[in-house]
């Protein structure tokens, strides 16, 4: 199996956009709608491709935005409350015009029926808040319930970090995380190592591991992920996340850390958000 290599970025998405989409008229938009500390304008919210996604689908959200305070927004597109399955973190925007994309995957068949759009400003009040309410389904793709089974009882043993923590590094530098791990049945996961801060970041978000037989996945693999930040990124929190390839969440854990990027002039400390949640199907 080759080896596939992405990364994300925190604050910038770009996706190729379908043929098909579903148009959210404005007169559907519900909820409290701005809460204060901003004059943030969402329209134009169109939803990737069509109604009904197989499983393995990803659901693309495009909105346009529009906002002159504050300075800075952390923009988040959620599923209903119970999702099991992924969806993308809060992408940060400056003020003025953008138009931005979101991301939700299912953990298997099920329906969306609602998304709440959210806004936080740099010390993640929360300054809008708007429920939309869709008609959407992910159904069921032949032969995939056995997909969603590989990798079961996988473990992570063991995390490092290079530099160790805490650490100051540079901006841009870095920072690299070891994870070791074993998988029963040798299956190709995904292995993710994520900072739990919204921040200008960029990290190695997965890579599909070379398939392996059995009696080697027994034996211990490691695997090296990396994180990068801008000047002022305060990270204190990395979730290291195993997964197949079906999005299943295999194994999963939380370590604080103490790693601040950039000249200590230029530290910022930043509240705990994940830059996404998950929840999987036991």
Same mark, same amino acid.
């Given at each position: 199996?080759?080896?596939h290599?992405?990364?994300?970025?925190?604050?910038?998405?770009?996706?190729?956009?379908?043929?098909?989409?579903?148009?959210i008229?404005?007169?559907?938009?519900?909820?409290?709608?701005?809460?204060?500390?901003t004059?943030?304008?969402?329209?134009?919210i169109?939803?990737?491709?069509?109604?009904?996604?197989?499983?393995?689908?990803t659901?693309?959200?495009?909105?346009?935005?529009?906002?002159?305070?504050?300075?800075?927004?952390?923009?988040?597109v959620?599923?209903?409350?119970?999702?099991?399955?992924?969806?993308?973190?809060c992408?940060?925007?400056?003020?003025?015009?953008?138009?931005?994309?979101?991301?939700?995957?299912?953990?298997?068949?099920?329906?969306?029926?609602?998304l709440?759009?959210?806004?936080?400003?740099?010390?993640?009040r929360?300054?809008?808040?708007r429920?939309?309410?869709v008609?959407?389904?992910?159904?069921?793709?032949?032969?995939y319930?056995k997909?969603?089974?590989?990798?079961?009882?996988?473990?992570?043993?063991?995390?490092e970090?290079?530099?160790?923590t805490?650490?100051?590094?540079d @901006? +841009?530098?870095?920072l690299? &995380?070891?994870?070791?791990? %074993?998988?029963?049945? $040798? !299956?190709?996961? =995904?292995?993710?190592?994520?900072?739990?801060?919204?921040?200008d970041?960029?990290?190695?978000?997965?890579?599909?591991?070379?398939?392996?037989?059995?009696?080697? @996945? +027994?034996?211990?693999?490691? &695997?090296?992920r990396?994180? %990068?930040?801008?000047? $002022? !990124?305060?990270? =204190?929190?990395v979730?290291?996340?195993?997964?197949?390839?079906?999005?299943?969440?295999?194994?999963?854990?939380?370590?604080?850390?103490?790693?601040?990027?950039?000249?200590?002039?230029?530290?910022?400390?930043?509240?705990q958000?994940?830059?996404?949640?998950?929840?999987?199907?036991?």
């Amino acid at each position: 199996m080759s080896t596939h290599v992405s990364s994300f970025r925190a604050t910038v998405i770009a996706v190729g956009l379908l043929a098909l989409s579903v148009f959210i008229p404005e007169a559907r938009l519900l909820g409290q709608g701005p809460v204060g500390g901003t004059d943030l304008k969402i329209s134009n919210i169109r939803l990737d491709p069509g109604s009904v996604l197989s499983e393995t689908q990803t659901l693309y959200i495009g909105y346009d935005l529009s906002f002159s305070y504050p300075e800075r927004l952390f923009l988040c597109v959620q599923p209903q409350a119970g999702w099991e399955g992924s969806f993308m973190g809060c992408p940060g925007r400056s003020a003025g015009k953008d138009e931005i994309y979101a991301t939700i995957n299912s953990a298997g068949p099920q329906k969306l029926d609602s998304l709440r759009f959210v806004a936080m400003d740099e010390n993640h009040r929360v300054v809008y808040e708007r429920a939309v309410p869709v008609d959407m389904e992910f159904t069921e793709q032949a032969g995939y319930a056995k997909i969603r089974e590989q990798g079961i009882g996988a473990k992570i043993l063991s995390v490092e970090f290079l530099p160790a923590t805490p650490a100051r590094l540079d @901006a +841009k530098q870095k920072l690299n &995380v070891s994870i070791k791990y %074993e998988v029963p049945d $040798g !299956a190709a996961l =995904r292995v993710w190592a994520l900072p739990m801060n919204s921040c200008d970041c960029i990290y190695e978000s997965s890579i599909e591991e070379p398939r392996q037989s059995a009696a080697a @996945a +027994k034996a211990q693999k490691t &695997v090296v992920r990396w994180i %990068e930040a801008a000047a $002022g !990124a305060h990270i =204190r929190k990395v979730k290291v996340k195993l997964a197949n390839q079906a999005g299943v969440i295999l194994a999963e854990e939380y370590i604080d850390v103490d790693f601040r990027f950039g000249p200590e002039s230029d530290a910022q400390s930043m509240s705990q958000f994940p830059p996404s949640e998950t929840k999987t199907r036991p």
